[in-house]
DNA sequence: ACCTGAACACCGTTCAAGT
DNA sequence: ACCTGAACACCGTTCAAGT
C-alpha cells in the first residue's frame, strides 16, 4: 500500500549507492557515530553498512577486516583525544602533574565513546606510531618531572608509572561501571551484617563495600599519594 | 567404511547422555578447563557442549544462559584466587604492604585464565556477595594501614586506592598484552627517529616508547611511590 | 524431570557475479 | 574499478519434542 511497494519498477528512492559515494573517511565517521550512540558492543559490519545505505561487503573494500576497521578508528579518536589534551603548564611541578592526569580522566569522561575505543585497541594505540601532539605532550611531561629535579631517567620511569596508573584506572572504572549498567542491581537486597569477632574493622564500617568501590574520590586520592611519594623519595620539595 | 558406520543400529558408543550425568559443577568444570587452555574468548557454547558430550541446550538446564555461566565462572575464580592469597602478616607496615599487593599480582601472573575471568565480570566479582576469605583479606588489609597508625577511615580510603590500582594495573597489563599478541609485531620496523628540537627529551632517551610501556618494574615503582606518599602524608615512618 | 534436534536471528567473511 | 547478493561457518537462544 506505501508508494513504494506499489510498483516495484518505479525508482524506489535508488538503492544502490553512486559509483564512488563510499570512502574510508565516511564509514569511519559513521562508525564513530555509531559508537558514540549505542557503544562499541552494538557496531556491527551489517548495522555499520545499513546506517551507510550500502552493501555490508562495500566496506571490506575500504578495510581488510573489522579488526583493520576497529584499529583505524582507534587512532582516529586518540588523534581527536589529544588534540583536545593541553601539554604540560609551566607551574609547580606536582600542581601540574595532578593537573596533567586528571586533564586525561576528565576528558574520557565526557566521551565515554572515546574509552570503549581506546581501551579496546589498546596495542595499536599504545604501541603504534603515535601522532606528533602525543609526542609533545609525552615531552612535557617527562619535562615536567625532569625540571622538577629528578634525572632524566627517574623521570621517564616516574611519568611511565604515572601514565600507566591513569589508564588502567580509567579503563577499570569503566568496565566495571559498563558491567554493573548491564545487570540487575543488588542495590535493594540488604546485605548481611558482617561478623564483628571474624572482621572486626569491616564491621565497623558503615559501608564494608566502601573500601573496594571506584570512584572519582579514588583518583584523586591516588595522585595525590603518588605526588608525595616522588617528593618524598626524590627529596624533592612539595608546594601544595 | 568405519566400523560405526556399517550399521547405524549398532551401539555406536552411546551418543545420548546417561539420565542425571550432567551437573553445575560438571559444567563449570569444563569451562574452567576450556579457559585455562584457550582462553575465555574461544569459550562458546557449542564448544563447551562439545567437551562436555551433551547437547548444547542441555546446559541451559543449569544455567539461564551464557552470561550466568560466566558469572558463576567468576565466583567460583575468585574463591580459588583468595583460598591461595594469604592475609596481611604483622610485619612492617610498608613492607607488608607491597607483599600484600604484590602476592595479588603474582598469583594473576601464574595463572592468565583467572586474569580474563575475573576481568570480564568486574561486577559480580566486585559487587556481589565475597567470600569469607575475601572479607578476611580485605579486613587484615586495612588493619595493616589501622595498626600503622593511620585512622580507620583513612586506612579505607588509602586500602581503597592501592585495591584499586592493582587489579586495574594487572587488567590493563592482560589487556595489553593479549591484544599485542594477535598482531603482527611492529618490532622489526625501525622507528623514525624523533626530532630533536621538537622532542628535546624524548630524542634523548634510547628508547622513546620506554615511557608508555608496562611492565612488572612499573608495578613495583608504583607500589614503592604510593607506599612513600602514605608515609609523608600521614606522618607514619617507613621501615625500609 | 532431564536431555535433545530443529529452527531462528544474528555475526564476520569468502566468492562469484553484477554494473 | 567499485558495488552487490547469495552462501558459509559460526554464535546465543527459543521452542517443541523425545525418553
Known sequence: ???????????????????NSLSHEEILEAALKMTEADGLAQ???????????CAVMSIYKYFRNKDALLDALAHRVMRDL?????????GDWDVELVAYF??????????????????YASTSVVRAALTPAQWRRLDTGIGLLHRAGLPLSD?????NVCYNFTRAYVAY??????????????????EDPLDGA????????????????????????????????ISRTFGIPLTA
Not at 554493573?180 to 542495590?187: F, G, K, L, M, Q
Open 1 to 19: 500500500m506505501t508508494m513504494s511497494s506499489k510498483n516495484p519498477k518505479a525508482p524506489e528512492v535508488s538503492r544502490r549507492r553512486a559509483r
Open 102 to 119: 586528571t586533564a586525561y580522566r576528565d576528558l574520557m569522561e565526557d566521551t565515554p565513546a572515546y574509552r570503549e575505543v581506546v581501551l
Open 173 to 190: 572504572e569503566h568496565t566495571v561501571r559498563a558491567a554493573a549498567s548491564n545487570r540487575p542491581d543488588t542495590e535493594g537486597a540488604a
Open 82 to 90: 589529544h588534540r583536545r589534551l593541553p601539554p604540560a603548564g609551566d
Open 198 to 229: 571474624e572482621y572486626p574493622l569491616l564491621a565497623a564500617l558503615p559501608d564494608p563495600t566502601a573500601a573496594i568501590d571506584i570512584n572519582e574520590d579514588g583518583f584523586r586520592l591516588s595522585l595525590e599519594l603518588l605526588t608525595a611519594g
Open 155 to 159: 623521570a621517564v620511569r616516574v611519568y
Open 43 to 53: 557496531l556491527s559490519m551489517p548495522a555499520l553498512a545499513r546506517n551507510l545505505g
